[in-house]
Antibody
Framework: QVQLVQSGGGVVQPGRSLRLSCAAS????????IHWVRQAPGKGLEWVAV????????YYADSVKGRLTVSRDNSKNTVDLQMNSLRAEDTAVYYC???????????WGQGTLVTVSS | EIVLTQSPGTLSLSPGERATLSCRAS???????LAWYQQKPGQAPRLLIY???SRATGTPDRFSGSGSGTDFALTISRLEPEDFAVYYC?????????FGQGTKVEIK
């Protein structure tokens, strides 16, 4: 069955970096785009970034542009989110999600908490 | 950016009652590329409805979506105990996906 297993996350000081990973299985990984969505504590969902099936295009929310970078390795079925210059407002649970081909997210990772605090 | 506004913020209902959730877009959503998700505490969201009115795999038929253009709705015909959760609408007409702020359906 389709699985997205996330790793990384934790507590980091403002201005520092963190890398999140999303390992996929159970589907033709190289065929689908992958999104990142975050949710601040007690808040709603915020789309963060998307990477196309082959990594040829990447788009970011304005709130993270220039600080977060998404990448993928289709040989390892993984997607990474490199987070630099972290701010307190980046504190959230981060989810990776599979694009089902039309733009909706039919499978999600379990989420990983990133806390930016001194 | 397409802004989605959901109402009400909270809906207090009893099991067996009908729930109607609204999602209004700041501009017309191309091809009704509007989805609904359900999220329970401590869990990832789950896709319920796509294309404004098509049920995703595994979505019970008590859930129905409707609307077009800028006004959309999610209806739960008879609330089951497991339906009390937060619901989000999402537009995917734009590369820059956006979500509504959510409607919490709570037990009255």
């Amino acid at each position: 069955q389709v699985q997205l297993v996330q790793s990384g996350g934790g507590v980091v000081q403002p201005g520092r970096s963190l890398r999140l990973s999303c390992a996929a299985s159970g589907f033709a990984f190289s065929t689908y785009g992958i999104h990142w969505v975050r949710q601040a504590p007690g808040k709603g969902l915020e789309w963060v970034a998307v990477i196309s099936h082959d990594g040829s295009y990447k788009y970011y929310a304005d709130s993270v542009k220039g600080r977060l970078t998404v990448s993928r390795d289709n040989s390892k079925n993984t997607v990474d989110l490199q987070m630099n210059s972290l701010r307190a407002e980046d504190t959230a649970v981060y989810y990776c999600a599979k694009n089902n081909g039309s733009g909706t997210f039919d499978h999600w990772g379990q989420g990983t908490l990133v806390t930016v605090s001194s | 950016e397409i802004v989605l506004t959901q109402s009400p913020g909270t809906l207090s209902l009893s099991p067996g009652e009908r729930a109607t959730l609204s999602c209004r877009a700041s501009q017309s959503v191309y091809s009704n590329y509007l989805a609904w998700y359900q999220q329970k505490p401590g869990q990832a969201p789950r896709l319920l409805i796509y294309g404004a009115s098509s049920r995703a795999t595994g979505t019970p038929d008590r859930f129905s979506g409707s609307g077009s253009g800028t006004d959309f709705a999610l209806t739960i015909s008879r609330l089951e105990p497991e339906d009390f959760a937060v619901y989000y609408c999402q537009q995917y007409a734009s590369t820059y996906v956006t979500f509504g702020q959510g409607t919490k359906v709570e037990i009255k």
